[in-house]
């Protein structure tokens, strides 16, 4: 195992090079040069692909009962379906420490790498994010538990990608921002759910 700390343009600040995590990175590259593999981050580089869709009906925050929750859900993974049925997934999950040391390893997931995502000249300020991966079937229903968090704010961050990593779908809470591979399948995913898409102009 080797660990690279030399400075990167885009942030990252520690690399561990081995089978699965060379391959995340390539992909990553590959596919989204422009930007580390931080959900928040993507819009800018790649809106010409990239659709907001919001999880419940007049663009309301948080659900409050089990029928709002429902809807969430039923949001959320009917989106996910499109984008993967029939595929395996990686669920990217992000761990933010004020260390650059790697936190321990999450149960059944692998490291990917670290990124640098608040710099500052006082240490004490600073914000990595250490990423773990799981590669799982995609099934209807399979990340309700993880998307009901991230839709009550107790988890923040989690990307889920194809094997390929050419299609993104990251939830928050509210909705979630879903990257395609061309303004053409952005457009025609756009217009299927048309209905949960913001009223603003900025499509946020």
């Not at 007049?58 to 984008?83: F, G, I, Q």
């Not at 990917?112 to 590669?135: G, I, K, M, N």
């Not at 194809?162 to 879903?178: F, N």
């Amino acid at each position: 195992m080797v660990i690279d700390d030399s400075p990167c343009p885009r942030g990252r600040v520690r690399q561990v090079f081995g089978d699965v995590r060379t391959v995340l990175t390539d992909l990553w590259q590959r596919h989204w040069p422009d930007c580390p593999p931080v959900g928040y981050k993507l819009r800018d580089p790649y809106r010409n692909v990239w659709v907001r869709f919001h999880s419940l009906p007049e663009s309301k925050r948080y659900a409050e009962d089990e029928s709002e929750y429902v809807v969430v859900l039923e949001r959320h993974n009917t989106v996910l379906d499109e984008l993967f049925t029939g595929g395996d997934v990686y669920v990217i999950t992000p761990v933010w420490t004020a260390e650059a040391d790697v936190p321990p390893l999450q149960p059944d997931a692998a490291y990917w790498q670290s990124l640098l995502v608040q710099d500052d000249p006082d240490p004490e300020f600073r914000t990595y994010c250490h990423l773990f991966a799981v590669r799982q079937p995609w099934r209807h229903g399979c990340l309700d538990a993880l998307l009901r968090d991230i839709a009550d704010d107790k988890v923040g961050g989690v990307l889920v990608t194809d094997l390929q990593m050419r299609r993104i779908y990251h939830p928050y809470d509210g909705g979630a921002d879903v990257f395609l591979t061309t303004p053409e399948e952005r457009d025609l995913t756009r217009e299927r759910h048309a209905q949960w898409l913001s009223s603003s102009p900025s499509g946020l």
